[in-house]
């Protein structure tokens, strides 16, 4: 790539989503370069190197679809799949597609500007590197800009400080360790178990107490693994055509109609075959009404009572301040249970807060904690942040950020309007972080591919989603979330992380198979919502 010719496409980020984009683009004929921060493919599966990272969902559901010979080649050993064997994958994906040779690693791109007349994108590097191109695609994830909260002191620490989302590529040694992690969502509840293992002593702060559901996690039956490989076309149909892109039933069945023998009997079944069936496959009221909410948050409260030996420490790890499954629910593996270890300690920040990061560990209000290590397994800005980051400004130089201010505006989670020509995979306002990642990228990636096809067929230059659209959509985002409980959670879902943040519900909750079939409806229509135009005659080619 010459950095002075236009591009017709700059994708930037090498996970699942850039990869397969630079790929669809290229197999249509665009010019497509890729810029990616990492110096490696990977993504989300780049930096998510702590002990313990895994991915949630299953392996056979935890790939791209449009690869046959590799679905059928890839060994699925296991249920859930480790961050090496992710990472692996993608690398293989980027090898057999020969796709190291369309990016550019190790380049952080730091401002992305419109320039109206000429209708390109200019993009800068922080490594002062510049392309042009008639489109952008983001392919950054959701989760990937760090929340790092800023405690008093937060920098004076002497020993090792650590994020989960940006974990060193040399194995990290806790043997002989005094190790904080905070944070307990589900990077801190995986990596707690791992790190027990080996540290000295762990010191858990916890600032809300989560609701954690056992992965279950093990060896795959392998005759099980050669029939789903021969059924994977329809496994793959169902799944896009499902609530959250995962080929499971969901319950018909209604928690508050069921006695409590049933739901009991319910909910043990489905905490020991583990994984996100608890909620799915349970009842189907759980996430709409409070009172089938709490029959499940009353039995995941029971069995920690049963797992968890300290009656203090068990108070401790109950959660009250939210419906279970209204904030991401995590899932472990032994997570509950590593509390009964004898050099595992809980700090209950709500009663305790830490006041001070010192030179030698944490101070709470409480007392001095000496360490050699912090983890900080404190989340992200998500959805939002890694978009906002990237500093775009689009028509009139208005910064995203400021379009943003009131939360983001987007059309379907892909386009907003003063922005044309920038398409963000797995945007807010799509299922997204609701969804088994892969099955959301790829359809987004084939409705961007599919719109610029129809721009090139129709001779337009410029695709921008209309201000009504974007209205309208973000509208019915927000409608479609205040039906369910979610909106009572103070979850990054919300935006309630992150100081300052305003507050609503940042991805689509109507459902993957719903979402899709809009989508494509969208696309049938000739892009309703959209507006396609040409450059003016004598315009800047
Ligand atoms: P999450 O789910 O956002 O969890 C972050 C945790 O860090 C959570 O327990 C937070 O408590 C805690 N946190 C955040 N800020 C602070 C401060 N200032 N003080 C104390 N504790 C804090 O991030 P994860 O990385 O675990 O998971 C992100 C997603 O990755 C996950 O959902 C999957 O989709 C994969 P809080 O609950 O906000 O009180």
Redesign the pocket.
Known sequence: MSDAEPLDAVVIGAGFAGLYMVYRLREQGFSVHGFERADGVGGTWYWNRYPGARC?SEIMYYSFSFLPDLEQEWPLTERYPAQPEILRYLETVAGRLDLLKEFTFGTEVTAIEYDEPASLWTLRTAEGRIATARYVITAVGC?STA?R?L?PGSDAFAGVSLH??DWPKEPVDFTGKRVAV????????QAIPEIAAQAEHLTV????A?FTIPAENGPLNQEMVELWKANYPEWRRRARHSRAGFPYVPSINHAVDASEAERNKTYEAAWGSGGFTFLFGSFADIALDEAANKTAADFVRGKIDEIVRDPDTAGMLKPWDFPIGT??L?LDTNYYETFNQPNVTLVD?KRTP?EEITATGIRTSACQHDLDMIVY????DALTGPLEALGIRGRGGLPLKDAWREGPRTYLGLAMPGFPNLFTITGPGSPS?LSNMPVSIEQHVEWIGDCLAAARESGADIIEATEAAASAWTDHVQEVASVTLHVKA?S?YMGA?IPGKPRLFLPYIGGVGPYRDHCAAVAASGYEGFTMSCLPAGAPP
Do not use: M
Not at 182 to 189: A, D, E, L, R
């Open positions: 949630d989760l929340n909260p405690f989960t989302g905070v944070g307990t969502g589900s990077s801190g509840i702060f916890q600032r809300t989560q904030k991401r995590p920040l830490i397994a404190t989340g992200y972080v103070a990054w992380n």
